[in-house]
Structures are given as C-alpha cells and as structure tokens.
C-alpha cells in the first residue's frame, strides 16, 4: 500500500504572506513600509481576514513589526541572513544526525526523489523548480527525524529561507555543482558516515549563506554605511 500523504493547500492568508514576502525580501517593498489592511485587502481584492493572516505570519518571521494600523516592513540585514542561516544549520545538523539514527532508509528515499525533481530542473535549466527541490531535499531531514519540537522550528523559519533562496536565484552556471553537492551529501547519509555528513553540510551552508547575503538588496542603513 502507498505511503500516501494528505496533500496541504495552502490558506488565502499563507498565499498573501508569500506574496507579500517576496515583495520585502527582493526590496520590492521598502524597509519601513507601513502595511494598512484596508489598503491591502483592496489591492489584492480580498478581505481583511486573510490579509491579518498574512502580517500575523510576517510578524512572527520577523519581517514586520509593530501592530494594528503601525504595522511597517522589516527589510533582511545581512546580521539577519546570518542568524537565519546559523539557526538552519544547528536545526538541519541536529535532524539529519538523528535521521539517520532512527530512518535512514526512510529518509534516503525522500532525498533520492527530491533529487530525481533537482536533476530534472538542471536538465531544464530551471533556477527556481531547482531550489524547490532544494528545500525538498533539507526538510527530508526534518521529516525523517520525528522531532516534533523540531519540526515546528524549521516550518517557522522555511518560508523566509526559501524565499531568500527563490530571491537571490542560483545561476545556471551554479546548477550542475549544487546538484553535485546534494548527490555527494545523500550519498554520505545513505552510508551512514555522520561525521562527513556533518562537516560536509557546513561547508554546503555556509556556502550558501555567503550567496545570500551577496544577491539580496542591502537594507537602507547599509546603504547608508556604504556611502
């Protein structure tokens, strides 16, 4: 019998909050925006309900602060990128050890179909269905590992971390490579070498985290500090 999975579908509010995420995190919408639900609503011609959805999850992404009609945008810092990306490698260092301990088959299944979508999207020459994959290959961590505390930690954190990577947008040039590097760290969780595995997805992490923080807009204060 299938291991078959209820398929989510996504709120109207969660639709607006990718929507409006993107927005901040490629400088479409400046830092210090004021977001108005009246406003919002109209515009995306919706109600007020999902548009409230949509800041409350920004809020707690820590792209907008404040409440009611002070809600203003919080533009990505390159202090941010790097908190984000030092949270996601203690979160994916400690499921993918703990994965491999309790569902290493489980989980080198998950890893070899995210990888069948990644290489297609290299054989493509898509950027964008490629870091789908990506994620996809990351949260199978998460999900082999049957940490629900953990879970919920990197489901909070995803959405800005796979925004920032549909933002910053990998070159087609960096494909082949990318697809490498996930090839060689399946193969290390699938032999169960959780030492290289360890080493091997820092230095993919960092790698990473160093392209973000070159491809995403400096936020207005360090625009500031640059000149």
């Known amino acids: ?63 907008v602060t404040g409440s009611g009609r002070n809600v203003v945008t919080r533009s990505l810092s390159d202090a941010d990128i790097e908190e984000l990306m030092a949270l996601r490698e203690a979160f994916e260092l400690l499921a993918v050890e703990r994965a491999i301990a309790v569902r290493r088959e489980a989980l080198a299944v998950a890893l070899q179909a995210a990888l069948v979508d990644m290489d297609a999207a290299l054989a493509d020459r898509d950027s964008s269905a490629f870091t789908t994959a990506d994620i996809r290959f990351h949260s199978a961590f998460f999900e082999s590992a049957g940490l629900t505390r953990l879970s919920v930690l990197w489901n909070q954190f995803r959405p800005t971390i796979e925004g920032l990577l549909h933002a910053s947008g990998k070159r087609l040039a960096d494909l082949a490579p990318s697809a490498r590097e996930h090839h060689d760290l399946a193969g290390l969780i699938v032999a169960g070498k959780v030492p290289e595995v360890k080493a091997e997805l820092h230095r993919h992490l960092q790698t990473t985290c160093s392209r973000l923080r070159s491809s995403i807009p400096p936020t207005p204060v360090q625009r500031e500090n640059d000149q």
């Open 1 to 63: 019998m299938l291991d078959v999975r209820p398929i989510r579908v996504e709120s109207l509010g969660e639709r607006l909050a990718t929507e409006l995420r993107r927005r901040i995190i490629v400088g479409d919408v400046t830092s210090g925006t004021r977001l108005v639900e009246e406003e919002l609503a109209d515009s995306f011609r919706v109600s007020r309900g999902p548009v409230r959805d949509a800041i409350r999850i920004l809020r707690s992404e820590g792209l």
